[in-house]
Structures are given as C-alpha cells and as structure tokens.
C-alpha cells in the first residue's frame, strides 16, 4: 500500500490535488482512498489531504501517520509545519517552487523533486496571479517523476474534478508532465 | 458503472438508485452534499422526485411523514443536532408505520461545538423504533440504502442508514453504481396498504385508549423482530444481484478465534489489518462487526460469542452513567448464557478522535494480557 | 358512505390507529344538553353560524337559512353567542 500526504493552503486545490490522484490511480483498476484532514478550511491556512494507494481494498480508515511519500504545493509551508513528520525514509518530497531540488538540503534522506507548478498555473490562468491554483500542474508533475501514475488518466481525472476551465487544467497537468525533471541520481 | 465518490454522495446515489419519489431535507455540516447532489438530481431532471425545502429538522421529518403516508418512497438525511431536533417526530414516524429511510452521519453532540464523529447522536435515538444499519464502506453506505427500503417496505417501519461523520462521509473511494434495471428488479414499486387514499377516507393515528395501544406496540415489536431475518434474506439476495452480500452482523477470522473484537462502523474496518498483524503474531483474534444495532441481533451474537475466551467492544459512543451502547447490548444478550465469556468495554475515538490500528491492537492486547475486565469503561487514550 | 373500521382481535387490527372511517361514523349529537333553536323571523340569512360552527354541523337550505344537523351538534352554543340578531336560543333538550 502506498500512503501520500498532501500539504498545501486552503485555496490551492490541496484537497482536489488528492482527489485527482485517487481518481485517476482508480481509472487504472487499483483501489484508492482519498480525505483531507478534517477541519474548517479557510484560505491562505494549511491544509493536508491523505491518500491511499493500494491492489486491493483499503480497510484502514486512520488518518496517515507515516506517509511514503510527500507533496507540497506551497513552499513557504516548510519551516513553517514540520511537513516531512513521520515520512518514511527515502520518499518523495515533491515540492511546488521555482528553485532547484538541491536547494532544499534540510530534506536529505528523502528524494526531493520541484516543479514550478505556480507559473504554470498562472500562465494557463487558474486562479488568480495573487492566488494560483496549482493543484493540477503538481499532479502531471508528480506523474512524471514518481510513475506512480500513468499522465493519461491524471489528465482524464482533473478533466473530471475540474468545475471550470478543464481545457486549461488538463493543459497544465500536461506541461507540467512534460517539463519536469526526473532528478537524474535517483531513479 | 465504477466511480470514485464520497460517503455523503454514496447516500445520494442510493435514494436516487432507489427512485425515491420525495426528498425533504434541511442542510447541516457534515451531511450538506447529501442534500446537494439530490438537489442538482432533482434539477436536472435524472431524480425524478419532489425536492421539499423546509426550515428544520423537525419539518424536514414531517414533510416526510406526509409524503411517506400518502404512499411516496421518502428520502431524507441529517446529522447530530438536526436529528435531535427530530426526536418527537421519530417516533410518530415509527408509531405511524412508515417506511421511510435516512441518512444519519454521526456527529458528536455539542456543547463544545464540534463537527467531528460519534456515535452518541444516533445511539440516543435507538428507543425511537427506527431499524438502524451502522455502515463501513462507502459501497456499503449506497448498498444499504437500497436494502433499507426493501425491509423497511416489508415491515412498515422506518430506517436509519448510519456513517462516520468525515472518515466515511467526506473520504472517497471505489464505488460499484449497480445498474438501475437491477436495483428495479431487486426493489420493485412501493403499493402502501395503508396509505392515504380519498377513494377510502380513514382517521390516522387518532386517539387510542389503553384498549389497543398496547396491542399497536406489540404490532411494531412483532414486525421489528421480523426485520431480523428480513435482513439476512433481503442481504442475500443482494449479493446474488449485486456481488455484495450483507448480513445483521460481519465476521472476520472467527472461526478458531478465542477472542473476539466486537466493534461498529469505521473502527470495525481498521479493525481488519489489525486483526492480521496480531493473527501473524500467534494471537487468536477475530472481529463481529455490528451492522444493524436495531434490531440488535442477539440471538446471532449468543451464537457467535457464547464459548468464547475473551470478548471485548468498542464504542465510539457512551451512555453517561452507564458504558458504551455496543458494551452494554452485547453484555445484555450474553447474561442467560451459561458459556458467557467476560466482557471488556472501551471508549475510543469519541468527539472524531483518530482511533489508528495502534490503538485498536492497544485494545485487544490489554484484553488478552488482562485476566479479568474492571469496571464497565475503559477509556482509551485520555490525556493526563 | 360512512364506512367504519373495526376490529375484533389484535390479528386483524391495521398496523396503526386507524380506528374510524369518516369522522361521520362518529354521531357526536348524542352528547349535546342544549339545542339551537333558529327564530327565523330574526334571522337574516348572514351565515355566520354556518362559518362558525366547529363541528360542520350547519348546513345553509334553498332559501339560505341555516339548518342544524342534530346528529353532530354538541350544543357548544357558538352560533347562538356569534348571531348578530340573536335569531339562535339554546334551548334544553328533554
């Protein structure tokens, strides 16, 4: 089973972004679980969301305590929450933010990726300038790196969560997905 | 037709699946999307139903006992202070024999306010005379819907189809739509007997002396006894239809177990991987999973429990005073058994506090290293 | 019609208090003492007795006066309190 935890602020998509990863791994025939850590969302407070991943159904209905793997869609959350809590060892911190992976040397033990998912969003013109919704250029980039999940259902799923503008997201999630590097020491 | 959707949505998709005819509802966190989706059902025309917009909970119940009496399958949802606020009308709804059917997401009862889950909001409710199904998956949720008004129509007594506030009703996962041709087959076009008709002008529900209240009473028990086995048949036939089967109770690793977890609703499902992880370890442990709290199946528990070594229950609820109410029934059911084995009641996860697999191994290790339970309530986790 | 439901045992009782068919079944005349009596020199075919009458028990007859239906009136004298004319006595029933 694979377990993912999401952070990111209320208005990003967090919670979608774990909804996208769940529909779209669902779209591959394997079983899934997807909720955000229950709360009175706001925007601009942080957010987590929790998914599971797993060939078969999913009977544990606890939060996520050690997740595998990390996504974070707001940068200037670390150092702000202890985002790598629990993390197992040697997981993915995927990270939305326009420096280099090498720049985040607090985070060695684990594999870290970044995709500047909030240029792509803003240049495809989701949310606002102020406010970008980066959740579906995360997740094409989150496809890409880790291969957890084929692009073609990642696209399929924000087409389907998308409200509006699912023409421009699917776009997003594809550039992202075409644009980021799979940092070349960690396969 | 799979589909990843939540708990709230699974209820929605188990009226519509169930052509219900009237929906009448009053919005509150956490069922809100409940009552979403089958509003946009009803607009855009793939719900062919009444949609009654009503100004509390109590109205919200008595629009139902209206349409439900003049024969329309019903439809309604709520949570936590919202059904509280329906408690007179619970029980003119039973008294009144309709089959009505809804969704309750258990939320702890404030002050403090709070928004998280517990079971006490329904348990308090369990003298009202509605059938109560516990659910733990969000398939099961939508499943027992439809099952719902296929007993509640044979027996004429309403139904309460329970979740977990947020840890079923806002989590998403694969969900299996059944095709509507086979719901249709299995839950056939409601013809109530009784129902208001003009062409047979009758007074309902007026007053009744001490001359035949009681034999009413008798009627609701007789009918709410028949329901046990009405779930069992009715759960059968599911699974032939649907691939799903759906008992009073759920067992997992039972057989050869000497003690065995007696758990509801999500607990019940982390349950399962904990029982594995103790079960590679050596210990006999296997789990009952309560389904249906009412009717409470005592009968099959005393099957199931009598001769064993230990048992232990979780509850997610607590009757001040007293103990758990999952403790206390399956205590009661087990007193006139000769082989009654002792009995652990623990309190977890009240107020929406996380109860992880750590903590339910916590549990049952305690059971199996203790010789003897003390006292009515073991508290789990309490903060010093 | 005045159709009446009953039962002799539990068995073939309905499911809920369903005791009466029309309420007509139900001659509430019998618990009447005092009886309105309409002077009809007084009356002036207003109908106010007929909209006041709790028990629907006044009709209004083809030359608009009003006329009690003894087997429902329970003597409650609302009539004769609202008639502006006091056209209505109550008066003892033998």
């Known amino acids: ?187 | 037709m799979q589909k990843v959707m939540m708990g709230n949505h699974a209820l929605s998709w188990g009226a519509k699946l169930s052509r219900a005819e009237v929906i009448a509802a009053y919005p509150i966190t956490p069922q809100t999307e409940v009552v979403e989706l089958l509003s946009n059902m009803c607009a855009d025309g793939s719900l062919k139903a009444e949609f009654i917009k009503v100004e509390s909970e109590h109205s919200a119940m008595a629009a139902s006992m209206g349409a439900a009496a003049a024969g329309a399958r019903t439809f309604t949802a709520t949570s936590s202070q919202g059904l509280a606020l329906m408690h007179e009308v619970l029980h003119w709804a039973t008294g009144a024999r309709l089959p009505i059917v809804m969704g309750n997401i258990n939320r702890a009862m404030a002050p403090p306010w709070t928004i998280w889950t517990e079971q006490t909001d329904s348990i308090a409710q369990r003298d009202t005379g509605w059938i109560q199904i516990y659910t733990s998956s969000i398939q099961e949720i939508m499943d027992s819907v439809i099952q719902a008004y296929k007993v509640a129509e044979q027996v004429y007594l309403p139904v309460m189809v329970v979740l977990d506030s947020f840890v079923l009703s806002h989590t998403n996962e694969n969900c299996d739509i059944p095709d509507q041709d086979k719901v249709d087959a299995y839950l056939p076009r409601f013809e109530n007997a009784y129902r208001l008709n003009t062409d047979k002008p009758a007074a309902f529900g007026g007053l009744t002396g001490p001359d035949w209240y009681y034999e009413l009473r008798y009627k609701i028990e007789k009918d709410t006894e028949r329901s046990l086995d009405l779930f069992e048949e009715t759960g059968k036939e599911f699974g032939e239809m649907f691939g799903r089967e759906y008992g009073l109770v759920e067992t997992y690793k039972l057989d050869d177990a000497d003690t065995v977890l007696v758990a509801s609703a999500s607990i019940a499902s982390t349950a399962r991987p904990a029982i594995d992880q103790l079960r590679e370890e050596g210990h006999k442990v296997g789990l009952v999973r309560i389904r249906v709290f009412r009717p409470f199946p005592s009968e099959l528990l005393r099957k199931l429990l009598a001769g064993r070594k230990k048992v232990l229950v979780i509850d997610r609820n607590i009757s001040f005073g007293m103990s758990g109410a999952f403790y206390a029934e399956t205590k009661a059911a087990l007193y006139n058994e000769k082989k009654a084995p002792p009995m652990w009641g623990y309190i977890a996860g009240l107020g929406g506090r996380d109860v992880p697999l750590n903590v339910i191994r916590d549990m049952i290790e305690q059971t199996i290293a203790e010789e003897h339970p003390e006292g009515d309530i073991v508290w789990i986790g309490v903060k010093r | 019609m005045s159709e009446e439901i009953k039962w002799e045992s539990q068995s073939d009782m309905p499911l809920m208090a369903m005791s009466l068919g029309r309420m007509t079944v139900n001659k509430t005349g019998s618990w009447r003492n005092l009886r309105p009596v309409l002077d009809k020199e007084k009356c002036i075919k207003c109908g106010i007795c007929w909209k006041f009458c709790p028990d629907v028990s006044i009709s209004i007859d083809e030359e608009d006066y009003p006329v009690v239906n003894l087997d429902f009136c329970k003597g409650c004298g609302i009539c004769a309190t609202e008639c502006p004319k006091d056209a209505i006595e109550m008066v003892k029933e033998e």
Request: net charge negative; hydrophobic share 45%.
């Open chain 1, 1 to 187: 089973m694979l377990e993912i935890r999401f952070h990111g602020r209320g208005g990003q998509g967090t919670v979608v972004a774990s909804k996208v990863l769940a529909f779209a791994v669902a779209r591959e025939g394997r079983f899934v679980q997807t909720f955000p850590e229950y709360g009175v969302e706001r925007r601009g407070a942080p957010v987590v969301a929790f998914t599971r991943i797993d060939d078969q159904k999913i009977y544990i209905r606890s939060k996520i305590y050690e997740p595998d793997h990390l996504l974070v869609l707001d940068p200037t959350l670390i150092g702000a929450i202890d985002v790598t809590e629990g993390l197992k060892p040697g997981g993915w911190i995927i990270i939305n933010s326009d420096k280099p992976a090498k720049d985040f040397p607090q985070f060695a033990g684990f594999k870290v990726a970044t995709v500047d998912a909030t240029s792509i969003a803003v240049k495809h013109r989701l949310g606002s300038a102020a406010a970008p919704i980066v959740n579906s250029a995360i997740m094409g980039a989150f496809a890409k790196i880790t291969g957890f999940v084929g692009i073609e259902a990642v696209r399929e799923a924000v087409h389907e969560l998308s409200p509006v503008k699912k023409d421009e997201n699917v776009e997003a999630a594809q550039e992202a997905y075409d644009t980021a590097e799979v940092p070349k020491e960690q396969s």
